[in-house]
């Protein structure tokens, strides 16, 4: 499959590369700082942009027909921030513009909208304090999302990790989260393993560990 990973330089779509290409896929990366990539990445097409650029992005995908685009984009402060909303929505007018069958997986956060339900409540206090400035943006990026025209997934993760992935993580639709915490490479796993997987399509689901905290 062509495969577009918006935001291939964060620390988790670094891994949805890595596990794109390890599957055989070809990969796109369209990312601010070429230079932040690992290299050598044979497979990997380049492409230097800013997806907060309206023109950009349509230019991106007017060049190119793709078969699945996931959207791993975010803010690295802890404020107020809009990047996830206003990079979505050009990437979603892009591609309904151009090809509405292309697949859209999007990396949202557990705890947003209904799905604040399904976590404990340590994790909701953190999410309403420390990342308040967060809940919005998430929230607007899955509403614009749902509205579009894409067959699309949104995943939303509890608290990332930079630990090594076993690929023993948990699927929820609904239900209580069992952890809070999950790998960032098991998230790439569940979308890469996915990618084509219809069971999905229309779907928001939380991702979190298997195995019970210490």
Same mark, same amino acid.
């Not at 909701?124 to 990342?131: A, D, E, N, Q, R």
């Given at each position: 499959m062509e495969i577009l990973v918006i935001g291939a330089t964060g620390r988790t779509g670094r891994y =949805? =590369?890595?596990q794109a290409l390890n599957e055989g896929h070809r990969v796109t990366a369209f990312v601010r700082?070429? &230079?932040k990539l690992d290299y050598p990445q044979t497979g990997v097409t380049t492409v230097q942009g800013n997806v907060l650029d309206v023109k &950009? =992005?349509?230019n991106l995908v007017n060049n190119q027909r793709f078969d699945a685009v996931v959207v791993a984009i975010g803010d690295s402060t802890l404020k107020r921030s809009t990047v996830r909303a206003v990079g979505t929505k050009n990437i979603i007018t892009a591609l309904e513009?151009?090809?509405v069958s292309s697949r859209l997986? =999007? #990396?949202s956060s557990a705890g947003i909208n209904e799905s604040m339900d399904q976590l404990g409540f340590i994790s909701?206090?953190?999410?309403?304090? #420390?990342?308040k400035g967060h809940l919005r943006d998430h929230s607007n990026q899955e509403k614009y999302v749902r509205e579009s025209r894409l067959p699309y997934t949104i995943v939303r993760p509890v608290g990332l990790s930079d630990e090594a992935g076993d690929n023993d993580y948990m699927v929820l639709e609904?239900? /209580?989260v069992k952890t809070n915490r999950i790998p960032r490479m098991d998230v790439a796993h569940f979308i890469v /393993?996915? #990618?084509g997987n219809d069971d999905f399509i229309e779907k928001a689901v939380v991702l979190c560990d298997n195995k019970e905290e210490k």
């Open positions: =949805v =590369v890595k700082s070429p &230079e &950009e =992005v349509q513009n151009r090809n997986w =999007v #990396i909701k206090t953190f999410l309403k304090t #420390i990342l609904k239900g /209580k /393993k996915n #990618i």
